[in-house]
């Protein structure tokens, strides 16, 4: 990726591929236009980054930035690093790229988009055992993707958000406190960070857990359904089995979208679950991630999740 030339062997054609930091072709020449213009992952990185640095106040070019950031994440999390502590410092001079444009760098998430950079979710895959995601202790605070080995996806935010439109407010971040261990700003951070957040929480429980996989769905506390599907992820193998049906947990929003559809409209609520800190209160340790789909018109518009008062709360995850 930093390499301002790379020379790759074989591939599924058995021949050379020429990448630079613009342009991406094959030895025979052979590749359509459409998929050399489209290029990899390293040449729209950069193109990226020259489209920003040339406009720094457009934000469809920042999108596009945002939208690098998100794949390297996603490439890079579907890796298998022989030593997990390396999570942080492995990938620590590519997030330098992004520093001039996306403020102070979390462990793995930045300032400037820190309610967009919470909504990653583990992106199980049952036919390969090793890429199941774990906790890793010590490494980085439960809300960054870095808390934990295997392939994260980015739920992309949604040009239909209707926290102004419809009254809501979105999440807004009060206080970050991720200290690095050494001198890289980039690299490994020391324990004890957190982020204090205030916003929508409702109270849910589990529903049921798929099995050995890390699929859970939610529902209203004492068994009541939900004003609509329900679905996410653990985000490890032990969140999932350190829960129950019947466990409760605390959904925290992070964005409400909506779009019209036949019967009214389709709202999509992004929720952060969370478990409480034995022994300190408005403390929470992130546990996984929903999306909650609500189909035409509730009793109240915006819907609630369930028929419990959702409250907006200050809590701090760690």
């Not at 991406?24 to 020259?50: H, P, Q």
């Not at 990938?91 to 330098?96: A, E, K, R, Y």
């Not at 964005?255 to 408005?282: A, D, F, N, Q």
Request: with cysteine.
């Amino acid at each position: 990726m930093l390499a301002s030339r790379v020379l790759h062997f074989g591939l599924d054609r058995e021949e050379l591929f020429f990448e630079c930091n613009t342009h991406f072709n094959c030895e025979c020449v052979a590749i359509e236009n459409s998929e050399r213009d489209k290029g990899s992952l390293k040449t729209y990185l950069n193109r990226a980054l020259v489209a920003v640095e040339a406009e720094p106040n457009n934000p469809r070019k920042m999108r596009l930035l945002w939208k690098a950031y998100n794949l390297i994440c996603q490439n890079y999390t579907a890796r298998k690093l022989t030593r997990p502590e390396d999570t942080l410092p492995a990938i620590s001079s590519l997030m330098g790229k992004f520093s001039n444009f996306f403020g102070k760098y979390f462990a793995g998430l930045w300032e400037h988009t820190l309610i967009s950079n919470l909504q990653w979710y583990s992106a199980h895959r049952p036919d390969l055992q090793n890429f199941i995601p774990h906790r890793t202790h010590d490494i980085a605070p439960t809300f960054s993707w870095a808390s934990r080995t295997g392939h994260i996806c980015y739920h992309s935010p949604n040009r239909h958000c209707v926290y102004t439109e419809k009254g809501f407010e979105p999440a807004t971040v009060l206080d970050v406190h991720c200290t690095p261990l050494g001198n890289d700003p980039f690299g490994k951070v020391s324990s004890g960070g957190y982020i204090t957040l205030r916003g929508i929480i409702t109270e849910l429980e589990v529903k049921s857990i798929g099995g050995e996989s890390i699929f859970l769905k939610l529902r209203g506390i004492g068994g009541e359904e939900i004003y609509g599907s329900c679905d996410g992820t653990f985000d490890t193998i032990e969140d999932a089995n350190g829960a129950t049906a019947s466990t409760k947990v605390i959904c925290f929003e992070v964005e409400r979208t909506h779009r019209k559809i036949e019967s009214g409209e389709r709202w999509c609520i992004y929720v952060m679950v969370l478990r409480p800190v034995e022994g300190r209160k408005g403390y929470y340790r992130r546990i996984g991630f929903c999306k909650i789909e609500i189909e035409g018109r509730s009793y109240l518009d915006p819907p609630l999740i369930s028929k419990g008062i959702p409250e907006k709360r200050d809590i701090t995850i760690i």
